[in-house]
């Protein structure tokens, strides 16, 4: 993605300085807006949008701008190891104007990573809940660990990799974890303990978060 544009219109930078304390309904802003409208994907159209959602149309804004917003970010590799990404889409989620639907459905859409990320310490507690709900939906709570689920984590062990997680958002995750082994239904592979299977014993430390 280009830091720049070659779109008509005023240069981003000075678009942005005139609608960081211009009102909903001034003509900086309704300019921003349109221009935001026109202009091809790029890092400065980004840069708009999120100084447009989180001043002037931090009350209102249009659903087109919320989608876009939220695609922008969601299009990025799933399993990245995000620093300060998503904030766009985050802002979107948060916004006022984002209706249920948009907000459940793209959570939906999302990875257990980019999960963690929007529901990081400090989101909007109700993104954090739908957040949190998407991911007791994906969850092996109540069921046994099997071999499978140590050699591929499930969304709750990957969500808690991140560190910084909202209080909603951690406990869904802890909850989400699947359970000690079915010793019942083990045949023939006691640990050294004699009761829990080997593979268990032996593996056990990754279930940890890291």
Not at 78 to 96: I, M, V, W
Not at 129 to 152: D, N, V, Y
Request: hydrophobic fraction near 40%; charged fraction near 20%.
């Amino acid at each position: 993605m280009s830091n720049t544009d070659s779109s008509p219109g005023l240069p981003v930078e000075f678009l942005t300085t005139l609608v960081i304390d211009s009102g909903p309904d001034t003509p900086p802003t309704q300019l921003a807006v349109e221009q935001v409208r026109v202009m091809p994907d790029s890092d400065s159209r980004n840069t708009l949008i999120l100084v447009l959602l989180q001043g002037p149309l931090s009350g209102s804004a249009p659903e087109w701008m919320l989608q876009v917003a939220i695609d922008q970010d969601l299009r990025k590799a799933p399993e990245t190891a995000y620093t300060h990404d998503l904030e766009l889409a985050g802002a979107a989620l948060s916004h006022p104007c984002c209706a249920d639907v948009l907000l459940r459905g793209t959570l939906r859409r999302c990875s257990a990573t980019q999960l963690a990320v929007l529901g990081r310490a400090g989101c909007a507690d109700a993104l954090a809940e739908a957040a949190a709900q998407e991911l007791r939906s994906r969850g092996t709570g109540q069921q046994p660990i099997t071999p499978q689920m140590l050699a591929e984590p499930g969304p709750a062990q990957l969500v808690l990799r991140e560190s910084r997680l909202h209080d909603a958002v951690f406990a869904a995750a802890v909850d989400s974890l699947p359970t000690e082994p079915d010793l019942s239904s083990i045949k023939g592979d006691a640990g050294s303990d004699g009761s829990r299977p080997r593979w268990w014993c032996k593996r056990r430390p990754s279930l940890d978060p890291v």
